[in-house]
């Protein structure tokens, strides 16, 4: 198993244990997994390193495990009972990596959220278009999906 992947499981472990804890943050999960290999304390700068990689990776995986994009790779744990297409946790408005778990979010931060979802599947949309123009341009254009 790669480190990569060992950090993986870390916050895999750490996420499960606190599936119900409100707020998840991302600078705590990063702390919680770094912490758990029990390694010796590096210097300031390398600590400083350790920790903004651990961040960024927490991150990721965070955004990885419950965006709605991902939804067919989530675990099936992730998803909400009677909504499966809910994710169980949403990131907070104006915060840096804090993520609120569903049942805890007001309405005013989970219409953020749909703001948010909305934003990004317009500009998915754009992109879509955009990168479809360009191959048309270079390749021609292609008959409709599903025309024969």
């Known amino acids: 198993m790669s480190l990569h992947e060992e950090i ?5 472990h750490i996420y ?9 943050s991302v600078d705590s999960l990063a702390e919680a997994a770094r912490t758990s290999f029990g390694e010796p304390r590096p210097g300031p700068h390398d600590d400083y390193g350790a920790r903004e990689t651990y961040k960024r990776m927490a ?4 955004a990885g495990r419950t965006a709605a994009k991902n939804l067919e790779f989530a675990d099936a744990d992730d998803q909400h009972e009677l909504w499966p297409d809910l994710q169980r946790h949403y990131p907070q ?5 804090e993520w609120k778990r569903l049942e805890a979010l007001t309405e005013p931060e989970g219409r953020w959220n749909v ?30 999906m599903g025309a024969v």
């Open 59 to 62: 991150r990721r995986w965070l």
């Open 115 to 144: 703001a948010q979802l909305r934003k990004q599947q317009k500009g998915a949309g754009r992109h879509a278009d955009t990168l479809e123009a360009w191959l048309d341009e270079k390749f021609g254009p292609q008959p409709a």
């Open 8 to 12: 993986n499981r870390a916050f895999q």
């Open 16 to 24: 499960d244990a606190q599936l119900k804890i409100d707020i998840i």
């Open 93 to 97: 408005p104006e915060t840096s990596g």
